[in-house]
């Protein structure tokens, strides 16, 4: 069953479904560039704290270009994502490269059991 989530994700804060809080986003980048090309390396997990998905979270692995519009792959999950597969929509709607912050869009696409 696919599940559509719309969120604003930073590092290690809070997301959010519909203005509602509902988990919090952890995750590591690691710089993966050569020459021009800047591209990181993203592994991060989104947690759920709250209703019906509370305990659930969903895994990310992914090259990640830094560029606007950018598609991620979702690769497992735990609770009910529990062998999830599927994929994020990623849009960069803020970047501050001085203090590392950023505003993103995601809009995600879950088949799980």
Known sequence: ???EIVGLVRRS????I????????????ASIS???DLTILFNG?????SGEFNGSSIS???RDPLVLLKEM????????FRMAKGFIFNTLSFLNLTTGDAI???NVIIFHQ
């Open 104 to 106: 993103l869009e995601w």
């Open 34 to 36: 050569r020459g021009s």
């Open 1 to 3: 069953m696919p599940l």
């Open 13 to 16: 804060s809070p997301h959010t």
């Open 45 to 49: 997990d989104l947690e759920f704290t």
């Open 60 to 62: 990310v692995a992914t």
């Open 73 to 80: 792959a979702i690769v497992g999950g735990r609770g009910k």
């Open 18 to 29: 519909k203005a509602s809080h509902v988990g919090n986003a952890r995750g590591l980048y």
